[in-house]
């Protein structure tokens, strides 16, 4: 099992990343998997021709499934017996296929709540031309020691 | 941020309704599909052995599964306004988790509509709550979407 952070263990300005390559096969498994019913609506995440049509230069990732990297971030650091308690995300740019991003989390706070270790984490997307598409806050809920 | 309110349509009758939008079962090889594609690695979600020694005694879904399932069309506000609408924003909560085997029922609402204008213009956001609840009827997740509508400036 993967290391596991403690409470008492973490705090704020501590720092963490991932690297992630939005490669355009697992985008497209993914909006199979979860967007099978979108029809042509989807088309932006899955074809250049589907992008332009709205205006944009490349097919994009779906927001949520640029989410799911930030969480996957978030939960591979809390270890198994961290519980994500919330994770709030603006969408600012869209992620292109082909980009290479950065996840990243900083601690902003820590918190004794009832008795519970709360860490409050702003957790952000950067992408190759230090753009920002997704910016957020996530809430933790870290084991205490002893 | 001026606080004059602009003109936009939408059918205020939508606000608070709950529609259910359908149910999935979660099998240990949709846990294994979304993490493969994803790049879970986290042996809760991906190795059954560690996981079943670990704080839930099986292996779980990923957060990001349950609030990526889309279970159905859900209500529709109807806004008249803009051009273009994009996706602003989403919020997650996690109550529990979501073991193989578990059957997730997604029910959604128009939360909110609410129009802001600012020195871009004027936006008018659409707030969606969607609860997801096990077979037991306990609350796993919610996700709050916002989608803003705005005009697209042609010129």
Known sequence: MANQPYFEEVDPGDEFEESWLAETDHVAAYVDMNMGGAGAAAGRFTSQEGAESVGMRKPIVPGVMSMCILTRLVTDWMGPQGKLRTIDVDFRRPVEHGDQLRALGLITDTEEQDGAGVVKLDVYLENDRGERPLQGVAVVELPRQG | ?155
């Open chain 2, 1 to 155: 941020m001026t606080t004059e309110q602009p003109v936009f349509e939408y059918d205020e009758s939508i606000i608070g309704k709950e529609f259910e939008l359908g149910s999935q079962e979660i099998t240990r090889e949709r846990i294994r599909r979304f993490c493969d594609v994803l790049g879970e690695t986290n042996p809760l979600f991906t190795d059954d052995e560690a996981a079943a020694a670990g704080p839930y005694g099986s292996v779980i879904a990923p957060p990001g599964l349950v609030y990526s399932l889309q279970l159905g069309q859900g209500p529709d506000a109807k806004v008249k306004f803009g051009q273009a609408t994009f996706h602003a924003g989403e919020r997650a909560e996690l109550h529990d988790v979501v073991r193989p085997g578990d059957t997730v029922t997604a029910r959604q609402k128009v939360k909110e509509v609410f129009a802001k204008t600012g020195r871009s213009g004027t936006m008018v956001f659409v707030v969606r709550r969607t609860e997801f609840t096990n077979q037991d009827g306990v609350l796993v997740a919610a996700v709050e979407q916002s989608m803003v509508h705005r005009e697209v400036n042609r010129g």
